[in-house]
């Protein structure tokens, strides 16, 4: 069994389609500890594989909305710590290959985003990374891009509870007092969407390749 995690249930709503019994999608909650709580339980199922799976935000400047992403590394932000993909799981990834770092807060705007040195950037990888290989677990992230570098993305810090879901009150609250933020939220909608059907696809693509 292939164990997907994803961030946020509108992540794993994507990938629903591909569940069954060679692949269980998971749903971690975002940021590193949810992740690393979530990457504890499953290495205790020991499955195939490990695979951090759902959005990210663009690095390099010609990646689009909707692009994959299949990182041949991924890196910590907060530590520096390198953890590099499983070489039979990167070779079967489509996408385009190269680093994703792991931020400790959202890159919600384009200065946030360069001061990253990278392909793309996402919030959990690392930690998945890091409990999957030291529970001896192959390991990819695979991503499909949401925002390009000089997008900004509202912030979801004040509108989400730790599961990734809005909440209707406070979001409303927010968006009244910060109105130059609602053409963000409006932008997020068709890119989430083109974002979750690369990665279905690419999803699909990667496990048609494994043996």
Do not use: N, Q, W
């Not at 689009?64 to 990182?71: E, K, M, N, Q, S």
């Not at 912030?155 to 130059?180: C, E, I, N, Q, S």
């Amino acid at each position: 069994m292939i164990a997907v995690v994803c961030a946020v249930p509108a992540e794993r709503r994507a990938l629903s389609g591909l569940a069954g019994e060679r692949l269980r999608v998971h749903v971690s909650g975002i940021g590193a500890a949810a992740a690393a709580r979530t990457a504890e339980a499953i290495a205790a199922e020991a499955p195939r594989a490990m695979i951090s799976a759902g959005y990210c935000g663009a690095l390099a400047d010609d990646l689009r909305v909707g692009d994959l992403v299949a990182a041949d590394v991924v890196v910590d932000e907060r530590t520096g710590d390198r953890f590099p993909a499983d070489p039979e799981l990167l070779a079967a990834a489509p996408g385009r290959h190269g680093t994703m770092v792991s931020a400790e807060r959202i890159a919600r705007a384009p200065a946030d985003r360069a001061r990253l040195d990278g392909l793309a950037v996402d919030m959990e990888s690392a930690a998945l990374a890091r409990a999957a290989g030291e529970a001896r677990i192959p390991f990819l992230a695979l991503r499909a891009v949401t925002d390009e570098r000089h997008h900004r993305v509202p912030d979801f810090d004040k509108v989400m509870d730790a599961a990734g879901r809005l909440t209707p009150g406070a979001g409303l609250v927010h968006f009244v007092l910060h109105p130059r933020e609602v053409p963000a939220l409006l932008r997020l909608g068709p890119a989430s969407r083109r974002a979750g059907e690369s990665l279905r696809e690419g999803l699909g693509t990667l496990l048609e390749r494994l043996p």
